[in-house]
């Protein structure tokens, strides 16, 4: 037990008050402040990276509100404890903080005597519940280290690979990216969200012995073990497999919350988590978007398709999804369609051009039917090349974005 201090982790969207509690909080010996966040997204992530005891959290903030960042962290880390800060001493806020799951309730400015006994409560609880949750986790995994609360693990990266229009390419991208992604260092499963017609297992050539069906009324009890059983291995590549339903009319017996649980329990295990999804925006598909660290959104060279693109860019942004984590990406490119050139649907974008795959259907075609994806063959063609580019592009940003974050 090397450390023993309360862990804080301060929320706010102002530097000055960020500063000004840090300063209250710097002479007390049993306070160790492990981050500060400017927004409730960056305070998930920071969560993620430092395991507080405590959360000190605002209320009004840019990109997410304290609100439901905390209904989210408690997802996360259930033992965190939150305190609320606000100006605001309207009692709605303060009931709607109490149910999202927040400890207690400071007004702001808070004196050093309130804030530092709040602390030592909410820390004194931490604690508490997380023995509770390690006691547990020992009964349930046999000792050895808990994945729920604390011990290495990964934090992977949600990749959601997404285009609104059917047909251009996601599964075939998905597939490709995963195993491009795949290495010993960096573990990737491929999970398919097209819950009705998923074809994942059709591309990679595996009759999926289990289902995310097996997984999904289990997710309040996942463990390593329960994925290793229900995972299929992509025996080729080595990238693990989270497979469709093989009916359509089992797909209703999933929730965008199973989803949730599921993605976020595989953030431990893998590095990368490529989502494979339908085009329409259902509940599963929703929550992965609300998961989802980076979007590869797909797009062909035809109207539709990018109008269809541009009407959910729009959606991303009323999401405040920031536009460093959408790849957008041409699918099928062909140059001798004029007009419509990858520069042109940037500019319309107003957004880079992240990855320009051609259209090869002497490449893909066989592939597919064969389900032996094409980046596990000669890698010197441009098809090839490009899938290697767009994934390094991906690597590259999603590592960028992450020092960025933690680095405040
Ligand atoms: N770059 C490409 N060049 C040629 N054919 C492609 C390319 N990308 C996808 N295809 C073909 O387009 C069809 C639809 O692809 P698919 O990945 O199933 O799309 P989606 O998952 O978006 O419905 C498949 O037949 C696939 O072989
Ligand atoms: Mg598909």
Redesign the pocket.
């Known amino acids: 037990m090397s450390n023993e201090k309360i862990q804080v982790l301060i929320v706010d969207d102002i530097a000055e008050t960020r500063e000004n509690i840090r300063k209250l909080l710097q002479f007390e010996n049993d306070v160790e402040v492990v981050g500060a966040a400017r927004s409730g997204k960056e305070a998930i992530q920071l969560t993620k990276e430092t395991r507080p005891d405590v959360v000190l959290m605002d209320i009004n903030m840019p990109d997410m509100d304290g609100i439901t960042a905390t209904e989210k962290i408690k997802q996360i880390l259930p033992y965190v404890q939150i305190v609320i800060l606000s100006v605001q001493n309207d009692p709605n806020y303060m009931r709607r903080a109490m149910m999202a799951g927040a400890r207690d309730f400071l007004a702001k400015p808070p004196t050093v005597d309130e804030l530092t006994a709040a602390i030592r409560r909410a820390g004194k609880m931490a604690l508490a519940e997380k023995s509770k949750l390690e006691a547990v986790a020992a009964v349930t995994t046999g000792g050895g280290s808990s994945v729920a609360t604390g011990g290495p693990s990964r934090q992977g990266k949600v990749i959601l690979v997404y285009?609104p229009k059917?047909?251009?390419?996601?599964?075939?991208?998905a597939t490709n990216l995963a195993i491009t992604l795949h290495n010993p260092d960096t573990p990737t499963v491929l999970v398919d969200v097209?819950l009705q017609f998923g074809?994942v297992g059709v591309?990679l050539n595996e009759q999926p012995r289990n289902t995310i069906l097996d997984l999904a009324p289990r997710v309040d009890e996942l463990e390593n073990e329960v994925l290793e059983e229900v995972l299929i291995t992509h025996n080729a590549s080595g990238v693990k497999v989270l497979a469709a339903p093989t009916r359509p009319e089992y797909a209703e017996n999933i929730t965008g919350e199973q989803i949730t649980k599921i993605l976020q329990y595989l953030r431990r295990m893998f590095s990368y988590i490529i989502v494979?999804s339908s085009?329409t925006l259902t509940d599963p598909v929703i929550s992965a978007l609300d998961e989802m660290d980076a979007v590869v959104l797909?797009t062909t060279q035809d109207i539709p398709s990018i109008k269809s693109a541009r009407i959910f860019l729009d959606l991303l942004d009323v999401m405040k999804i920031e536009r460093e984590r959408v790849f957008l990406t041409v699918?099928?490119f062909d140059r001798r369609i004029a007009g419509i050139t990858p520069e042109r649907i940037s500019e319309n974008f107003r957004l880079p051009v992240s990855g320009v795959?051609?259209?090869?259907?002497s490449?893909?075609?066989p592939a597919?039917n064969r389900g032996i994806p094409f980046m596990l063959k000669d890698k010197s063609n441009p098809?090839a090349q490009r899938i290697l580019a767009l994934a390094g592009e991906i690597r590259r940003k999603l590592t960028e974005l992450e020092k960025a974050q933690s680095g405040i």
Do not use: Q
């Open positions: 285009s059917g047909g251009v390419g996601c599964t075939t991208l097209n074809d591309f494979d085009s797909i699918n099928m795959i051609p259209l090869e259907r490449i893909v075609v597919v098809l």
